[in-house]
């Protein structure tokens, strides 16, 4: 794995976890100690509490082991960055297309990561729950850092990240994360406005805040899939006017949506029969919902709204 996807699954920890919220004030974290983040390439440590658009990709890029060269903020991103060796700067005008990585930049106000250049999702820090520079710790109403479709702000231009070093095995500590012999759960979500969006992989986070989730706030799922559940592992998906489907059932009719997901990983073996699904949703518009295991309470969500979020992961039974 690169460090430069090592520094995209920071970034996405960033904005997913509701403990980090919009802060210019705060915005290196509080100090208080270190969120422990399952990537693909092993654990990384990323410090609690805020962060504000360009803190947020300095400190992913960072901890990843990519140097910023001293950046700050927005105004020295294209200077310091550029001066490493591991970014080149794009001019909107020249007709490059962002990758996963890559960073959109306004030098005056304003900078997003960008997740995926099909379809073009960009993942920033935006505001307080205020609507302000500052606020309570923590993102307390789910907006003030999150994914989103690409917009113009309007962009000066792009970093390409062009650091292409391997990333090294940082797994060697004491954080609980699923054995590696255990396929992890994938799960991707149709919505009308983006079709199919990217394969999430289901990895655990020893601070039980989610890593990954499936879905763009706001847009409702019409439909999903599922692997790595295991051979007899199954998922059901409950509509707003169809019911609920069979199990391993997709939804074929876009004009229906989401309310309701049970998911069942089965362990084939003695190597992952110690191990049970472990998800939640977000209604639209709101806020998670409880973790759910397995089909144990019938699954998870039943809001008329349908569902625009979606975290899977696995925990030891």
């Not at 950046?71 to 591991?86: H, K, L, P, V």
């Not at 062009?162 to 994938?186: L, R, Y």
């Amino acid at each position: 794995m690169l460090k430069k996807q090592v520094a995209v699954e920071l970034m996405k920890h960033l904005v997913t976890c509701n403990s980090h919220g919009y802060s210019q004030i705060s915005r290196w974290g509080d100090g208080s100690g270190k969120c422990n983040v399952q990537t693909g390439a092993g654990v990384y440590q990323l410090e609690r509490g805020d962060r504000d658009c360009s803190s947020a990709i300095i400190s992913a890029y960072e901890a990843a082991g990519i140097s910023c060269g001293g950046a700050t903020y927005t105004g020295n991103m294209r200077q310091c960055m550029c001066g490493t060796g591991n970014f080149r700067w794009h001019p909107m005008s020249s007709g490059y297309i962002a990758q996963a990585g890559d960073v959109y930049l306004n030098e005056a106000n304003h900078t997003a990561m960008c997740l995926s250049a099909v379809p073009d999702m960009l993942m920033e820090f935006a505001i307080s729950e205020n609507g302000t520079i500052d606020g309570k710790e923590g993102d307390q109403n789910g907006h003030e850092s999150h994914i989103r479709t690409y917009y113009d702000y309007p962009w000066d231009g792009i970093l390409e990240c062009i650091n292409n070093e391997t990333a090294g095995d940082k797994s060697g500590n004491t954080v609980e994360t699923i054995k590696s012999d255990i396929p992890a759960p994938e799960y991707r979500v149709y919505t009308k406005e983006d079709g199919w969006l990217e394969w999430m992989r289901g990895l655990s986070c020893s601070d039980g805040c989610g890593d990954d989730y499936a879905g763009v706030p706001g847009h409702v799922h019409r439909s999903a899939q599922f692997k790595n559940l295991g051979r007899n592992g199954w998922f059901q998906l409950t509509m707003k006017r169809q019911g609920l489907l069979e199990k391993n059932q997709e939804n074929k009719d876009m004009s229906d949506y989401i309310i309701g997901y049970t998911i069942f990983y089965a362990g084939e073996n003695s190597g992952t029969k110690g191990y049970k699904a472990k998800y939640r949703v977000a209604p639209s518009g709101k806020g998670y919902l409880k973790w759910e295991y397995n089909d144990e309470d019938g699954g998870a969500g039943d809001d008329m709204n349908g569902v625009d979020r979606l975290q899977l992961t696995l925990e030891k039974v």
